[in-house]
Every structure is written in C-alpha cells, then in structure tokens.
C-alpha cells in the first residue's frame, strides 16, 4: 500500500501490478464506501486479465475515517495529486484510464483533461440526485460526462435511482441488471470492463 500526502490529507492506493503491464487503471470509490465495493474489484479483475495494472485509490477523508464526502473541489485536488505521484513513480510511462464507482466516476470525468486520461470508466455514475422530500428536482450530473472528450464506459444498473444516462456518441453505455450498488450480476459488469478495455487498448496499437 502506497501512502501520498496531498494538501487535504494523507491518501493511500492500493496497486495492483499486472505482469509486463500494457497501461494502467486508477480507480476511485464512491462516497460512502470503499476501495473494496464489489464492482470495483470486477473491473479491477477485469483489468488485471488483460495484462492492465490496477491503482485502487482511498480519497483522505475516508483514510481519516470520515465517512462524510467533503466539497468537490477537495475531492478533485487530491485525486489529481494522487495522479500526479502515480505517473512519475509507480505507473510511470504507462497510458492511464481513470475512473472510479459513483462520486469516483464523477471525480475522475472532472478532472479527466487536468491528469491527461486516456479514456475514463465509469461504473454507477450518479446521474440525477433524488430529489429531497417535497423539494424541487436536483440538477443533473450530465455535464461532467459531456465534458469528457476521451473515449468512456458507463455500466449502469437498469433500476439505479439515481437515473440512466442518455446514449450518446460520446461514450459507451452498458446497462447491467440491478441498482446502484452494482451487485446483482458482476459477470456482467466484468464482462463490459473487459469488452471496452481490449477495445481500447487495441485502439492504441494502431
């Protein structure tokens, strides 16, 4: 386990290295959970078969125990510095997918350009907030995967509350049985990472 100072707090990554590595995924959890949710360790399964180095990233306030997510901007800050270590050091010269489950997958759409990744995954991106009880309907996430100009995966749950994105010429969609947590067919979610990926890195051969 690797630990990194950032200017929020001490983040640690979990690296998994894949034998003669052909590029690397850095993956982020969601807000509430951690490094271990089931769908990341599909993708990271995934990731590891094709011969792809896995970084599973631990954002600081869930290494200081804090289960509350703090502002976006915090969130962001540290990923990029985490990034930033991994392609001097660990993963240097290896083309990097970021991506994450949930607030992961947002973290990583933000800052897709800002750590130069080359493509972004997405698993259980929250796309519509539930609105709060007799409130007004909460603004949409789409704009942070419009914003990413890499090629993307989105897996999906069929039930997820928090919505199912549109197709779009700009990533690839995946709908998967179940809800936001992801865990009713992890075959399939491994099965879309490993899809995508082979598709992508033979893209990069070219």
């Known amino acids: ?7 929020h707090g001490e983040a640690r990554v979990h690296i998994h290295e894949a034998g003669k590595p052909r590029a ?27 011969g792809v180095s896995v970084a599973l990233v631990e954002q600081p306030y ?8 703090p502002p976006t901007h915090q969130l962001d800050t540290a990923w990029t510095a985490v990034l930033e270590r991994l392609r001097e050091h660990e993963l240097a010269g290896l ?29 259980a991106f929250p796309l519509q907030p539930p609105a709060r009880k ?34 779009s010429p700009g990533w690839t969609l995946v709908k998967v049985a179940g809800n936001h947590g992801l865990k009713s067919d992890l075959p ?6 490993d899809d995508w990926l082979a598709t992508v890195l033979r893209g990069w051969r070219r």
């Open 62 to 69: 869930r290494v200081a125990g804090r289960r509350s997510s």
């Open 134 to 167: 007799g409130g007004e309907p909460r603004p949409s996430r789409l704009p942070e995967l419009e914003g990413v100009t890499a090629p993307m995966l989105i897996v999906q749950g069929e039930r997820d509350q928090f919505g199912m994105p549109p197709e």
């Open 188 to 193: 399939a979610v491994g099965a879309a990472v």
């Open 24 to 50: 690397a995924l850095v993956l982020g959890h969601g807000a509430g959970g951690g490094v271990e949710a089931p769908d990341l360790t599909a993708a990271r399964n995934a990731a590891l078969g094709l």
């Open 95 to 123: 083309r990097t997918v970021t991506g994450g489950r949930s607030a992961g997958a947002r973290v990583a759409c933000r800052t897709a350009e800002a750590t130069g990744a080359a493509a972004v995954l997405c698993l």
């Open 1 to 7: 386990m690797l630990s990194v100072d950032t200017e």
